[in-house]
């Protein structure tokens, strides 16, 4: 679920603008995962303008606090949700952790980075969601650790009904800054995109995993 529908559309525009996300519906992107996309996001592009991760970090913060109120921490999903994590933590004045995709192989092998007793309540803070698969793994390191996750809130999701079913599996409330359709209709009322990349942008979304550029 979106902040509301005025931050989604800001959020879509300034993440256009500085190029955190790029459509290309012509010359599609190759995920890891081997999925061919018309879009690509890089929301730590976001840390390099100092005025647009203040305007993100200030909306998430607010946003946890009139929907979750004060939580002991903020856990922040390595790495790409650890300094936009960190920012809102601070501007809170709350503790900050991060969670690994696994434990070290060294030293405490840690997943969980930062001090966080059993019993506490944190919200968590990542950068993107497409299946959720990397960012619900976090939710059970902390969970397995003894911590109470109150939530998550996200820069931007591409709004997959596999992501959808994932949270709703593992009963995580997740809130986001923007979504794939409020960006789409933001790229198409600025004429970022035209009318015949808008429809293929929206087939992408519906079945992103056997879609193709022809």
């Not at 070290?104 to 840690?110: A, E, L, V």
């Not at 995580?172 to 198409?188: G, K």
Request: glycine share 6%; net charge positive; charged share 20%.
């Amino acid at each position: 679920m979106i902040f509301n529908k005025h931050i989604a559309r800001q959020a879509s525009k300034i993440l256009l603008q500085i190029n955190a996300i790029k459509l290309s519906p012509q010359k599609p992107f190759t995920w890891a995962s081997g999925w061919k996309s018309p879009i690509y996001c890089d929301n730590r592009i976001i840390l390099s303008f100092p005025l647009i991760r203040n305007y993100v970090r200030e909306e998430i913060a607010k946003h946890i606090e009139q929907k979750y109120g004060k939580p002991d921490a903020i856990a922040g999903v390595a790495t790409g949700a650890i300094g936009i994590g960190m920012l809102v933590a601070e501007y809170l004045g709350l503790p900050f952790i991060y969670v690994r995709p696994e434990a070290k192989g060294h030293g405490r092998k840690n997943q969980i980075e930062g001090f966080i007793e059993s019993g506490q309540n944190v919200v968590v803070v990542e950068d993107l969601i497409s299946t959720g698969k990397s960012s619900l793994n976090a939710v059970k390191a902390l969970k397995e650790a003894n911590v109470k996750v109150l939530g998550m809130v996200a820069i931007f999701t591409y709004g997959f009904e596999i992501a959808k079913n994932n949270f709703e599996a593992a009963n995580i409330d997740l809130q986001t800054l923007s979504n794939y359709e409020n960006l789409l209709i933001e790229a198409a009322e600025t004429n970022y995109i035209t009318k015949v990349q808008l429809k293929t942008l929206s087939a992408w979304n519906s079945n992103p995993s056997e879609w193709n550029a022809s």
